[in-house]
Nanobody, 129 residues
Framework: HVQLVESGGGSVQAGGSLRLSCEISGSTNNLNYMAWFRQAPGKEREGVAVIYTGGGGTIYADSVKGRFTISQDSTKNTLYLQMNNLKPEGSAMYYC???????????????????????WGQGTQVTVS
């Protein structure tokens, strides 16, 4: 079992910043790809960013490029999402997710699919107004 616990969500005005954290524990070697997803009311859960190979690679959704940064600490026990210049359309429940292997799927945009992840946190709410 792998446990993921998110924190850092809250309310912020448009243009503001938040930093989300995800603590990782349990039966994992902390080498698998990890991602941040978000889900707004009435919409599908979508991948925001993914990190893999010990932080050697990252991929971002077009909607957040240049504004969000995904990272991990040196032990790989904590996943972060730095969100700058937040927009109202960024309001959503944000989740961290643990992947099946050390690399995300090679197909374009496949990393954005929830089916490519085997463990999930409970989420942290982000509201931008």
């Amino acid at each position: 079992h792998v446990q993921l616990v998110e924190s850092g969500g809250g309310s912020v005005q448009a243009g503001g910043s938040l930093r989300l954290s995800c603590e990782i524990s349990g039966s994992t070697n902390n080498l698998n790809y990890m991602a941040w997803f978000r889900q707004a009311p009435g919409k599908e859960r979508e991948g925001v960013a993914v990190i893999y190979t010990g932080g050697g690679g990252t991929i971002y959704a077009d909607s957040v490029k240049g504004r969000f940064t995904i990272s991990q600490d040196s032990t790989k026990n904590t996943l972060y999402l730095q969100m700058n210049n937040l927009k109202p359309e960024g309001s959503a429940m944000y989740y961290c997710a643990h992947g099946f292997s050390d690399y995300p799927p090679a197909d374009d945009d496949s990393w954005r699919l929830a089916m490519e992840y085997n463990y999930w946190g409970q989420g942290t709410q982000v509201t931008v107004s």
